[in-house]
């Protein structure tokens, strides 16, 4: 299940996975919305998180 209490902001490196590190996939992309949103899961089957864009954070 997705913790959506902890969400991670886009950056321009590649996406890795915050609990084990390794890099993850979209599974589904909602960057064309307002809210710029992305869920990612990793290899290891048990992590998905989920990314948004936050125009403010420099």
Not at 43 to 51: D, I, R, S, T
Request: hydrophobic content about 30%; glycine content about 2%; aromatic content about 8%.
């Amino acid at each position: 299940m997705i913790n959506f209490s902890e969400v991670i902001v886009y950056s321009d490196q590649p996406t890795t996975c915050p609990k084990c590190g390794l890099r993850s996939e979209i599974t589904v992309d909602l960057s064309h919305t307002n809210d710029v949103t992305q869920i990612h899961k990793c290899p290891n089957e048990k992590c998905e998180f989920v990314m948004q864009y936050d125009i403010d954070f420099k």
